[in-house]
């Protein structure tokens, strides 16, 4: 859209007049923020409207994206991005003597996801947008997000994420468009006149889901698509009258995202959040698509469902539920347009992350689906017993164990399956769905995540995206591969210095964010070290920690070495004790490095708290070195391997997830690689010969590093770090952290002398930049459309050109 500096002052002084009744100055920063979203959302509306109407007036295929979390992060900038005029809106602002920045930060992070895969729900949001793709979003309107990290005495403290306490300016409640979803009670199958089942349901607990809709934004090309949460509401003139109690009851369903999990009330809750967005979001689709057709026979020509994981498994039983209940569809017809409709993504090969649940809690909860899937389940063992045996067919029945298996469901009942990395791919058919894929080897294939560097170059790095207009002009900012005209500067020393200039700035502006946040003064011309995550031992920041212990005592020994700032965000799930032991680890760590004057000369460690997508957009920008160490063979893929290398941030990686990508797509020497392969780990565990005690006592630096964790030199950790130190050695280290201590270390000496080389340093920066744009979550987006949706992207403009 177009908008001038001057019209932009005009509208936001009148629309802060009617919403406040006051002057521009006599507004509060979040007043400001709230005028601004405002307006910005009176922007959307039309392309919003027009952008529904087409698809519906072209009958073009949709795409509903099903995840129990997004995490799109703040979006009134990145709205302002997309529509095109960010740059109008922010002189604007500074001519009215507003700070853009400052009110940009009165936003709140939307808690509405945790980690890498709601992020990569939001960044797919953002990139079928703005590739002109009809996709939504179905998930969950949480109250509250996941918890708010806080540090006591350098432990995690979980506090509540009120992240709608000034409300959520982009959402638009749609109360004609509810639904209702039952659970509960229990279920009669009467034959009918017409020969049909007739369903009925007696004494179910309803309840009343409300659509929250979100304006998904495409980049500079009028596509506005649809983010559609679920929020649990008591159903209204249903002759029954609710106690606070059990109105209390249902609204806990959308309250909190994540619930604690480690007891049965917790997984219950989570359970019925699972069936409650998938229902809803199943029976939205399919009356919206009934308003224009007579039957359900050409649905799948025009509707893809795609579950994000398995939490959204259930969206197959309770398809075909619709299909035969309401619908009265036969069962084969039914199941062939299930399987054509829906599609599913694998993000981990952890086994105590494969979803089960136990049979009486499911059946219980939800019996017409457990019905269903008892029905898919004799199906599947009738068709595949004979030919591939009892024992295989019972590993991977829908149900087995007394349990609800949640993966082999959703890979039954979906045409496509797929991994996020290709060693994650070829790992789920050769290890964790391998009998599936004897059966159904055409499903299985891979799609590699996708960023968005709309949000992590063009809003998170304005320094280096200013200089990439300049070199390269702004194509870039459309279509990222153009990021490789960059090669032809790689021996541009002005440029190379520019490149250093950039980053210098990003750095003393994290410099002062760690100030504000943890009031540690660190040195802007340190090496930043960045490894932010989610808390998880295979994720090993164990093993960043140990090295960081050995720099200590090299130190301390007198060794000097080139400044490293360690910085670390990452969240524990609040059950997960031995992750949060490591949590108070790192912190008594960065205490007695920073408190100690001979070692913070060389060696700093912050660790900030409540690490999030705002938080990211701040540190990615200033980061030299991107540490991905997780144990090979466990990460899926990870994203902010991605991220930190659009930022020119040098890899240091095993060969795990997207970083064998990364490092294929740079070449060899613009990554530090090191530790065991995927292939030597899964050999140790065949032979059973992984002895973690001989790396301790024959190597006389890992011996020491560890002996810290137990011999008291770092105060206030006994009992942690004697934990810690037992899984490492008692317990036989289950990530070979120490495996991989030696290499670990001569990959990180590689990077300090190489940091003395500052133009061959940013040459690989500029090498890393150059090829990130392969990584845009637009090309991932554009392949699972043309692979697995099978949709084609169009935009308004391509109207107009035809
Ligand atoms: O695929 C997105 C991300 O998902 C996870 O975060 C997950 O939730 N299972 C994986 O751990 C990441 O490797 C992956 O990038």
């Not at 309107?141 to 006591?152: D, E, H, P, S, T």
């Not at 059990?246 to 049965?264: G, V």
């Not at 989570?270 to 919206?288: C, D, N, P």
């Not at 979803?355 to 898919?376: A, C, K, L, N």
């Amino acid at each position: 859209m177009s908008l001038t500096k001057e019209q932009f002052i005009t509208e936001f002084k009148d629309i802060a007049l009617k919403l406040y009744a006051a002057p521009l100055d006599d507004l509060s920063t979040q007043q400001l923020y709230q005028a601004l979203a405002l307006l910005t959302r009176s922007y959307i509306g039309q392309p919003w409207a027009e952008t529904k109407k087409r698809y519906d007036q072209e009958e073009t295929k949709q795409v509903f994206y099903f995840s129990i979390e997004f995490l799109p992060g703040r979006l009134l900038q990145s709205n302002l991005l997309n529509l095109g005029i960010l740059s109008e809106v922010e002189a604007g602002l500074n001519e009215l003597g507003l700070r853009p920045q400052k009110i940009f930060d009165a936003e709140a992070d939307p808690g509405l996801g945790n980690g890498g895969l709601g992020r990569l729900a939001s960044a797919f949001m953002d990139a079928m947008a703005s590739v002109g793709m009809a996709g939504n979003g179905n998930g969950i309107r949480y109250q509250y997000g996941l918890f708010k990290q806080a540090f006591v005495n350098g432990y995690q403290v979980e506090l509540p994420d009120d992240w709608m306490r000034n409300g959520f300016a982009w959402e638009t409640r749609k109360e004609n468009r509810a639904v209702t979803v039952k659970f509960g009670g229990w279920v009669e199958l009467r034959p009918s006149r017409s020969g049909n089942l007739r369903v009925i349901y007696h004494n179910t607990d309803d309840v009343l889901a409300v659509p929250y809709d979100v304006a998904m934004v495409g980049y500079h090309n009028q596509v506005v698509n649809n983010l559609r949460l679920w929020s649990a509401e008591a159903p209204i003139n249903a002759g029954t009258d609710f106690t606070l109690e059990q109105k209390e009851r249902i609204n806990q369903i959308t309250q909190i995202l994540y619930p604690d999990d480690s007891d049965a009330s917790g997984k219950q809750l989570r359970l019925r959040q699972e069936y409650f967005f998938t229902s809803a979001g199943i029976q939205s689709i399919v009356r919206h698509y009934r308003r224009t057709h007579n039957s359900m026979a050409g649905f799948a020509d025009r509707v893809a469902i795609h579950i994000n994981d398995t939490h959204p498994a259930m969206a197959i039983p309770e398809l075909m539920r619709v299909l035969m209940d309401d619908e009265h569809v036969s069962w084969d017809e039914a199941w062939r347009i299930t399987l054509k409709v829906m599609s599913y993504t694998n993000h981990t090969l952890l086994s105590e992350a494969l979803e089960v649940w136990p049979i009486d809690m499911f059946s219980g909860m939800v019996p017409r689906i457990y019905q269903i899937i008892q029905e898919i389940d004799r199906r599947f063992r009738l068709v595949f017993v004979p030919q591939f045996g009892q024992a295989m067919i019972d590993r991977i029945a829908p149900l087995g164990n007394g349990q609800v298996r949640m993966a082999y469901l959703a890979s039954i009942g979906s045409h496509a399956i797929n991994g996020v990395a290709p060693i994650h791919s070829e790992l789920l058919k050769k290890d964790v769905l391998h009998d599936l894929y004897q059966i159904f080897p055409e499903r299985f294939n891979n799609k590699t995540n996708g960023i968005t560097p709309r949000r992590w170059i063009q809003i998170g790095d304005r320094p280096l995206s200013h200089l990439l207009d300049k070199k390269i002009g702004t194509t870039w900012r459309k279509n990222p591969l153009a990021l490789r005209q960059l090669h032809d500067f790689a021996d541009d020393t002005r440029f190379l210095d520019d490149l250093n200039a950039a980053k210098a700035e990003n750095k003393r502006a994290l410099a002062k964010y760690i100030d504000q946040v943890v009031h540690v003064k660190v040195d802007p011309d340190a090496i930043f070290d960045v490894q932010i995550k989610r808390l998880h031992a295979y994720k090993r920041q164990l093993l960043h920690v140990l090295g960081i212990l050995d720099a200590y005592l090299a130190i301390k020994r007198g060794e000097k070495r080139p400044k490293r700032l360690h910085i670390f965000g990452a969240k524990a799930a609040p059950s997960y004790v031995y992750a949060k032991e490591i949590i108070k680890v790192m912190n008594a760590v960065a205490d007695l490095v920073n408190g100690d004057p001979d070692v913070s000369k060389y060696l700093q460690v912050v660790f900030l708290p409540n690490y999030g997508v705002t938080m990211a957009e701040k540190i990615i920008p200033a980061a030299d070195i991107s540490e991905q160490i997780s144990t090979a063979g466990k990460e899926a893929s990870g994203t902010s391997n991605m991220k930190l290398m659009s930022a020119g941030a040098l890899t240091l990686a095993t060969l795990d997830g997207a970083n064998i990508e990364i490092k294929d797509a740079v070449g060899d020497d613009n990554v530090e690689i090191f530790g065991l392969t995927e292939e030597e780990i899964a050999g140790y565990y065949q032979r059973g010969d992984y002895h973690a005690r001989d790396f301790y006592d024959q190597d006389p630096r890992l011996h020491a590093a560890l002996d810290m964790l137990v011999n008291g030199q770092i105060p206030g950790i006994e009992t942690e770090g004697r934990d810690i130190f037992n899984s490492l050695l008692t317990y036989n280290d289950e990530y070979f952290v120490l495996a991989d201590f030696e290499s670990y270390l001569a990959a990180n000496e590689r990077l300090d002398k190489l940091y003395q080389q500052p133009r061959i340093w940013a040459k690989k920066a500029l090498a890393n930049i150059a090829e990130s744009g392969r990584f845009s979550a637009d090309f991932t987006v554009q392949r699972y459309g043309r692979e697995i949706w099978h949709v084609v992207a169009k935009t308004p403009e391509d109207d107009h050109e035809a």
